[in-house]
């Protein structure tokens, strides 16, 4: 079986069954992606203050890929191992009163991230594990209109599923003929819910081994992942709830809660207190057939807060 | 500091400030309330099957309680150690074509467990580990108007949160004077959502510690849980994706996803998957800012899989 290694030079901003494959392999073949960063690197220790602090013109999040795969047809399904991750660093994360789950309620605040050997500082006190994992893995959807990378799709795409860990193996439908899979947005850490739209964002290198699963046909995106699913399972949660007949709403109160909660409690700012939930604080619907109000919890584990 | 009981012979079913509490306490003493099933009595061993096939007019859940905490004033909060349950050895969870997540999309089914030491067993080869825990926790609201015990609130309420295991503590702000504390609904297993609308649903005793936080204000339930989150974390989970931009929507799918699943993969009917999601299925919000389109993810521990 081969293995294949594409660089981060050539990348693509959007999903695109027209883009040429970078490579083809057979099933069961493995690639190393190579993947710049979510911003393409607006942010990170080789910028400046001032240049980070300039307008950012997105062209959507810089892919690597695509791999064709030999036989893979509309009908078929892929599955994805994720052997393997190598960061570069350094990271960043990044809330502003834009985009995310609490629009204009909060200001703006960068984070870069000094990525060590298994864990992340937040700031003295705080320390994140490291679970990396790709923000997006995807296939080309049907139809040759190229489609932005922002929204996930039946196809994958900017899914942030933080469970899609080294040891888990991700299942895609394929709606094109060799599927043209990429990937990118690696995320060193993200909790469930990655509510102020970043993770912590990071270039890093993913391995991939890639089957094709001839006539099973899936409806979406499925995974299996390992246990423990989480490294930050150790020391018991704290966790907020929302209580609101509207689920998305559930969802902001327990964040604005859980905000609040770090900031009485833990002396964050309220910037801090957003991020911290971004790239740690788990999002479970706690119930959704009590009517008329729905619950969703918010979920800080307590074993990032250390000495 | 005092230890009391109240048997489940006087039951309440509605919150109501005006109920006469059964029992006064001192913050940090213990009681124990033995709390009938959901569906007080209609279903169980005890009944024929021609008995639980009738109509059953709920007149709410049968709650015990309230216990009056001396000095609880509205401002303040509580903290309730949940410190241990008692099963009586059976328990039930029904679907039916009303109520739950996916209404008119199911018939019928009502599955009675046998409760075991630590487990109980759906069908040969799926073992679900009790997990028990009180569906319902609450304080009276404020006003003098009855409530229903359906929709939980600030007051707490039919909250149905897996994870107020034994080992974890409640916080709920306080509305009247002694708080009017009460509890029912005990489950011994559920998975986040309880999406069939019924856990394993079960009479039980539960002993619990409440404490008086003078002062401390907080907008609605918070809790602390210990670790590990689940028995079930064991073996790894597959899960399924809803991705709609609707997060009501997008639970519906993941959860529809998952009845596919366990119909095709594990030879379920399609009640039996609807019911086996409800006691054992975790809804986790994967992301809620890829916009337009939020992603909810279903996971089926392979724990529960045995032989």
Redesign the interface.
């Known amino acids: 079986m081969g293995s294949y290694y594409l660089d981060d030079k050539t990348v693509h901003y959007q999903w695109d069954s027209r883009i040429a494959p970078r490579v083809v392999i057979d099933s069961g073949e493995t690639v190393t992606l190579d993947c710049r960063d979510a911003a393409d690197g607006h942010y990170g220790p080789h910028r400046s203050a001032e240049d980070m602090a300039a307008p950012r013109v997105s062209r959507g999040h810089p892919l690597t890929g695509p791999v064709y795969v030999r036989g893979a047809e509309p009908g078929d399904s892929l599955a994805i191992e994720i052997l393997a991750f190598e960061h570069k660093g350094w990271g960043w994360t990044r809330c502003s009163d834009r985009?995310?789950?609490l629009p204009g309620e909060f200001g703006t605040l960068l984070k870069l991230w000094e990525l060590q050997d298994g864990y992340t500082e937040f700031k003295p006190g705080i320390r994140i594990p490291l679970e990396p994992f790709c923000g997006i893995m995807g296939v080309a959807p049907a139809g040759d209109e190229p489609l932005a990378t922002?929204?996930?799709?039946?196809a994958g795409g900017?899914?942030?599923?933080?469970?899609l860990v080294a040891g888990s193996t991700l299942f895609l439908p394929v709606y094109v003929p060799g599927g043209l899979f990429s990937a990118g947005d690696c995320h060193g850490a993200q909790g469930?819910?990655?509510?102020?739209?970043t993770g912590i964002e990071a270039p890093m290198a993913v391995t991939l081994r890639i089957s094709l699963r001839k006539g099973y046909t899936i409806?979406?995106?499925?995974?299996?992942?390992?246990?423990?699913?989480t490294k930050t399972?150790?020391?018991?949660?704290?966790?907020?709830?929302?209580?609101e007949p509207?689920?998305?709403e559930a969802?902001r109160?327990a964040i604005r809660?859980m905000v609040?909660?770090l900031v009485q409690e833990r002396g964050l700012t309220r910037e801090e207190a957003y991020l911290l939930c971004s790239v740690a604080v788990?999002?479970?619907?706690?119930?959704?057939?009590?009517?008329?109000?729905?619950?969703?919890?918010a979920?800080l584990p307590?074993?990032i807060f250390v000495g």
């Open positions: 985009g995310g789950l922002m929204p996930p799709r039946s900017n899914m942030d599923i933080r469970h469930d819910g990655e509510v102020c739209i409806p979406g995106p499925q995974f299996v992942t390992p246990s423990p699913l399972d150790t020391r018991g949660y704290f966790a907020t709830t929302g209580i509207d689920l998305l969802t109160q809660h609040e909660h788990d999002l479970k619907v706690s119930e959704v057939v009590d009517a008329p109000n729905w619950i969703v919890s979920y307590l074993s």
